[in-house]
């Protein structure tokens, strides 16, 4: 049976979200008029912070399900089980997010197979149902239930992608790297790291960004450097923490960790090292 996590979060503590541009209003407006969302956007840009900002900010449980190639339609509806020399119907955390009206956030879709991903379909229409076919019984959506998936278009293969049935059920918001003021708060407001050395840290990723062939699959996320900075604040010094956060974790090619390494030396003084 494959696992499923599931994150219920009503109003724990505050999440905190620097908006880039007018991500917020999109999403209300689509959250008040019954539609579902699709993030994209590169990995470790804010989309998982963002959907869980806005989780808080409508007041509304958030249930989040990490998508891969193994997830089947009865993960995420329910199944029959043996409890104690029972069978025993278990719901899946779907249809628990449609009974508590919550917001159903499904990372990284396009991991899960179609024949998954179509038991979504009318969840995201007109229809606003959950059909669960071992039961028998269709339930009808509340106004607060909520789809919202997310992907790194970028990052997937022609063979991963959305299905065009898929994605015109849904609003899109486009993410990206915050600019640099907002990506410096973030590291600011995440870590209270000193604003110069936050920074230095989202110079030296803008420059990785902004490599052509660097050989890399993936880019220095605001994650990444986040991790650094608070790897500064436990005692390690600037460089080796880049070195671990940013061209380790990057990169397993020595020479490109080289290269990294030359970059960190270029955009950290050498009275942080």
């Given amino acids: 049976m494959t696992q499923v996590s599931i994150d ?10 620097f908006p880039t541009a007018d991500e917020v209003e999109i999403f209300s407006a689509a959250a008040q008029q019954k539609l ?4 994209k956007g590169p990995t470790g840009c804010g989309k998982t912070r963002f959907v869980e900002y806005m989780a808080q900010q409508l007041g509304r449980p958030l ?17 029959y089980l043996l409890k104690g020399g029972e069978t025993v119907w278990e719901d899946g955390p779907m249809t628990r997010a449609v009974k508590l009206g919550a917001i159903c956030y499904l990372d990284e879709v396009v991991e899960a197979r179609s024949d998954t991903i179509v038991v979504i379909h009318p969840l995201t ?21 909520m789809v919202v998936v997310s992907y790194n278009p970028g990052y997937q293969s022609v063979l991963k992608d959305l299905k065009e049935s898929t994605r015109q059920r849904m609003v ?4 990206d790297y915050p600019g640099a ?6 590291l600011v407001c995440e870590t209270g790291l000193n604003e110069s050395v936050c920074l230095d840290l989202v110079k030296l990723a803008g420059a990785i960004r902004r490599l052509d062939s660097s050989g890399l699959s993936e880019a220095a996320s605001t ?13 390690v010094s600037p460089r080796r923490a880049a070195i671990a956060c940013i061209a380790s974790a990057l990169s397993d090619d020595l020479e490109i960790i080289a290269g990294l390494s030359e970059m960190i030396d270029n955009y950290l003084p050498e009275s942080l090292r």
């Fill in 125 to 145: 229409d007109h229809r606003r149902e959950l059909h669960i076919d071992r039961l028998n019984q269709t339930l009808n959506v509340p106004d607060d239930f």
């Fill in 181 to 186: 003021d907002v990506e410096t708060n973030i």
């Fill in 172 to 175: 899109g918001i486009d993410f």
């Fill in 36 to 39: 579902a969302v699709m993030l």
């Fill in 8 to 17: 219920l979060m009503p109003s724990a503590s505050p999440v905190s979200y």
């Fill in 63 to 79: 249930i989040t399900i990490p998508c891969h190639e193994d997830l089947t339609a009865a993960d995420l509806v329910g199944r």
């Fill in 223 to 235: 994650r990444t450097i986040v991790a650094t900075a608070r790897l500064i604040n436990g005692g």
